[in-house]
């Protein structure tokens, strides 16, 4: 088993928008920097365009994204209050960002170019995650991107070390996986064109990310297959907790 090397330390001018906050709560973004792959989920990022991400947390990715692309219009949205008035701190007076404490279904109809989702889906129950999905459908403009960043099932080593630190820094919270066929089985279902990218490198974690694309020519074939992939959830692709 190799080892894997860390990412390299949080920017600066990233880090400093945390300054004013708690000595944990700073602890925590480093934390959280060195665990989750900002940098690959960044590098499919459009250099212009409106952005939300949704369930910024405390904003990492978000400012990561409004510091390195001034094109951008990021939006973090989050239904954990105390997070989204620690990522409302680090505006700043800023122009290209805000953060705001809302629900992702109360987002427009193609009102954003890109729409990201970091690490959380498997918090949601399988219900959830579906509905979630299928409202992101509708919010991606036309020819736009979602991407979602979870967990993948390999290596095996990286697998169990996820969730050891999940349980950890979510104490409590359920854990519903899907693997990775099914995710693509299932996003496909509702009209997009994905590429799947490993993205585990430098984390001892087995993070994948989809990159899915939404073709406006299969738009009414997604909205009359997405509402029957629900019932199709529960076979043997779906893994909870363990690999089979």
Not at 52 to 74: E, Q
Request: net charge positive; hydrophobic share 40%; glycine share 10%.
């Amino acid at each position: 088993m190799r080892i894997p090397r860390p990412l390299p330390p949080i920017p600066k001018d990233l880090y400093r928008l945390y300054s004013d906050l708690a000595f944990w709560q700073r602890w925590h973004v480093r934390l959280r920097w060195r665990l989750c792959p900002f940098l690959v989920i960044a590098g499919q990022v459009p250099r212009s365009g409106r952005i939300v991400d949704i369930g910024c947390g405390r904003g990492m990715l978000a400012n990561y994204l409004a510091l390195t692309g001034p094109g951008r219009r990021v939006v973090g949205i989050d239904k954990q209050e105390t997070r989204i008035r620690a990522a409302q701190a680090t505006v700043r007076g800023r122009t290209n960002i805000e953060f705001r404490y809302r629900d992702s279904r109360d987002l427009e109809v193609s009102e954003f170019d890109c729409v990201i989702m970091t690490d959380f889906l498997h918090h949601l129950s399988y219900g959830e995650q579906e509905e979630l999905l299928r409202h992101c459908r509708e919010i991606v403009a036309p020819g736009g991107l979602l991407l979602i960043e979870d967990v993948g099932d390999r290596p095996r080593w990286k697998w169990y070390a996820h969730l050891v630190i999940d349980r950890v820094l979510n104490f409590g919270r359920r854990q519903n996986f899907r693997r990775p066929g099914a995710w693509k089985s299932f996003l496909r279902s509702l009209g997009f064109s994905l590429t799947v990218i490993p993205a585990d490198r430098g984390i001892p974690l087995p993070d994948i990310l989809f990159v899915c694309v939404k073709s406006p020519g299969r738009e009414a074939r997604a909205r009359s297959i997405g509402g029957r992939a629900g019932s199709e959830r529960n076979g043997p692709e779906v893994s909870r907790r363990k690999i089979n």
